[in-house]
Each structure stands twice: as C-alpha cells, then as structure tokens.
C-alpha cells in the first residue's frame, strides 16, 4: 500500500490514517517549509553605503506571510520569495489554487565600524547575527554624493572591504586561539581529536598571515570538522556594487569604483552584483505591472533583487525542484547533487522513510508535452529510484509508504 504526494500537515495526517485501512490512493497536500530550511543571507557594510535602503526595498518585496503560518520572524529579517517564471505557468497547468516559491531570508546585520570585533558601536550584535547566515551580502558604496557623508570621508569600495574583513578575521582569530589552547593539550592524549586539531591549525596559520578563513588549505573533510565554529571570514560572500540610478542601465560599466571591484572580486574568486538600492525601494513599491513598466524604461531586463538571489544560489551551490497539482504549485530548494530520498525529505520525513520512487520529469519536456498524461503517452515520465540526483527543474512526483 503507498501513497502518491505531489507536493497541510492536516491532509497528510488524514492520508496517512486512511493508507492504514484503505486502499491504494491519490493524496495531494501541502506541507510548510521549515524555517530552518531556508538560505539565509546577511546584508553587511560601513554606515551610509545604502545597506538600510536595500534592506527597505527587501522588506516591501517579501512574501505574504499567509504561505508561512507557522513563522515568527524576527523585525530584522526580510522574507523574500525566489523568482521563477515556471510555477505561474505550471499553476495554469493544473489549475492549482495557490503558487507557493522557495524563500530566503535576508537579515539587516548592524553597521559595522572599526573595531567590531573588540565590541566597538554594535560589534557584538553584528557578529553574533552574521554567525547564524549561510552567506555574507556585502554592500559597497560605488556612488559619488556631497550630501551623503562617508564614514572615512572618500568613496573607495576596497578599503570598505578590507575594513570588514579585517573585523571578520579578528573575530575568527580570536575564537581560534582560546579553542586551541584546549585542543591542543587534548589531542596529545586523544588520537581522535588531531585531525582537528590539525584543521584548527591550519585556520590559525591563514588568519595570522591576514587572510581570510575561506582561503584555508583545508579538505571538504577538514571544514566539515569546523562546522561548528560559525568563522565568520570563511562565509561565502558576494560583492553589492550600489551605484547610481543614471548607472544601473549598463551595469556600472564606466564607473570606475565598480571596475575596482570587479577587479578585486575576480582576483578572489567573488561575484559582483551592481544594484541601485534606490531603484529595488522604488521597484519594490510597485505592482506588477507598474513594475514592468518602470523596469522598461530603465532598460532592466530584471530587478537587481532577483540577481542577487540568483547569484546567491550559484554561490551556494542550491538548486529547486518542483511539485505540482491541483491544491498548489510548490519550489523546493536544494543542494546541487541531492538525491531523491533525501529530496523527499525535504517535504516530509515519512516520505524519505518510505521513500519508493519519484516519477519525474524536466520542466522542458513537460511544457512541450502540455500535460502530464501527453508526456506519460511519450514515455517521458521517468521513475527514479532512491539515488538518482535530482536536476534544476525537475518535477517530481514521490510515491512512498506510511
């Protein structure tokens, strides 16, 4: 006996209840995202780069809160819904009755100013809340204006950056040097903890040469070890070039603070998104079609939000794959190589416990088929077992035990 899930915790219960006495059936139901399941982005940077203004157009684009009842976010956390053009066209497929998009969180992290990491202004808050993100959004004034007055009195992105980061290396250093202290008089004695020890090492070493904890000669084994220790310097990280409204057209192409940037990403092996943070607060307040109208005349194919987003995907290395019936279309993020009992987790875990097989199939080859039953006459629905590696875009439908 086995129920199909094609994408409230209520029907799933009743589901699961009826599979006990009844026959095979067809359920479709919803179930909530966990919070902690979702990517979350720090936004840092120096006072008056436009990291608030940024912020408050993040804010006015998050998604309805009815999608995520069981929620409670914080006043400085946005919620914003990941761009992706194939749940609305899915949804008319199936006439479903709500579209339910992949979500991130962006965290507004407080100022940072010299001498952070000794508790300077709000140093303490400003670590703590960037140890809890998967990723560090770093904005950077890339804009010349008398009337906003810099911290440091000029405008020079990559002195910002190195402000930052030497605060995120002095914080990480700091953790470094007590853990050592113990682990070392530890491993001594304990064969089981030198390849940690070894790990930690290594990390010290790169951070008392100056350089960041990302760039550690360390085995994925080696940082797997470390995990725990939330360093600061070895989060992923990308570069927000906030410029002017007259430059966003051509992406900063003539302004040389941008140039300077792309410059110090590419040596560092860093992405650069340019925004007009400006322009996202006013994108942000329109409806859609508004929206497009005003993203048309600034010659935007798409919002620098939705850049960010999905460069902060690249970054991550996540990907979505996608459920689809009648009660609602759904993204579910993932990391790249994921298998499919671990991607049926991802919904429930009595489905990765049960887990039969997945019929799936590309969004590609569905749109061309134009339904469901046209692509499974094709033949180009396939079932799938526990560890075929989910592709971006795949729709899945998981069939299991309960």
Same mark, same amino acid.
């Given at each position: 006996?086995?129920v ?23 359920f ?23 990291k608030?203004?940024?912020f ?6 998050k ?8 929620c409670?976010i ?9 761009p992706?053009e ?21 965290y507004?992290?407080?100022?940072l ?12 808050q400003f ?6 993100v998967?990723?560090? $959004?770093?904005? =950077? /004034?890339?804009f010349?204006d &008398?009337n906003?007055?810099h @911290?440091?009195?000029?405008v020079?992105? +990559?002195?910002?950056?190195?402000t930052?980061?030497?605060e995120l ?18 491993a ?8 940690e ?9 790169t951070l008392?040469?100056?350089?960041s ?5 360390l ?5 797997d070890?470390l995990?725990?220790?939330g ?22 192409a003539?302004?040389p603070? $941008?140039?300077? =940037? /792309?410059?110090?990403?590419? &040596?560092?092996?860093?992405? @650069? ?5 400006? +322009?996202?607060?006013?994108i ?6 508004d ?10 194919h ?9 460069s902060s ?34 919904i ?10 997945a019929e ?9 088929c ?6 499974k ?6 079932l799938?077992?526990?560890?075929y ?8 439908l998981f069939?299991?035990?309960?």
């Open positions: 006996m086995y199909m899930v094609c994408c409230s915790c209520d029907a799933y219960r009743i589901a699961k209840a009826k599979t006990a006495v009844a026959p095979v059936g067809v479709y139901f919803v179930f909530n995202e966990k919070k902690e399941d979702k990517m979350k982005l720090g936004i840092v940077g120096l006072p008056n780069v436009g608030s203004t940024l408050n157009a993040i804010t006015h684009a998604v309805e809160m009815a999608n995520y009842p069981f409670t914080d006043p400085n956390v946005g919620l914003v819904k990941v992706d194939r749940l609305q066209k899915l949804a008319d497929m199936y006439n479903s009755q709500r579209i339910v998009h992949a979500a991130i969180e962006f507004d992290i407080a100022g100013v010299r001498g952070a990491s000794k508790g300077e202004g709000l140093g303490n670590l703590s809340h960037i140890r809890e998967d990723a560090i $959004v770093e904005v =950077l /004034r890339c010349e &008398e906003v007055v @911290v440091d009195g000029s020079d992105p +990559i002195r910002d950056i190195e930052i980061h030497v290396m002095l914080a990480d250093l700091e953790i470094v040097e007590k853990k050592l202290e113990k682990i070392r008089k530890v001594k004695a304990d064969k089981a903890m030198r390849p020890a070894d790990a930690l090492e290594k990390v010290y070493a008392s040469a100056g350089k904890a990302r760039t550690a000669p085995s994925k084994e080696e940082w070890l995990r725990g220790y360093l600061l310097s070895a989060k992923p990280m990308i570069f927000v070039a906030n410029v002017a409204e007259a430059e966003i057209a051509d992406d900063g003539n302004n603070h $941008v140039a300077a =940037l /792309r410059n110090f990403a590419q &040596e560092n092996k860093a992405e @650069v998104v340019v925004i007009s943070a400006e +322009i996202e607060a006013e942000a307040a329109l409806d859609d079609a929206r497009a109208v005003f993203m048309d005349e600034l010659g935007l798409s919002s620098g939000l939705d850049r960010l987003i999905v995907y690249d970054l991550l290395g996540l990907m979505s794959f996608l459920t689809a019936g009648p009660q609602e279309v759904r993204a579910w993020t993932i990391r790249k190589g994921t298998p499919a009992v671990e991607a049926a987790g991802k429930h875990t009595d489905i990765q416990r049960g887990f039969i097989r799936t199939i590309s969004y590609p080859e569905l749109m061309q134009g339904s469901m039953q046209n692509a006459e094709k033949g180009l629905v396939r799938e077992g526990k560890d590696i989910l592709q971006e875009g795949d729709i899945v069939r299991f035990n309960v």
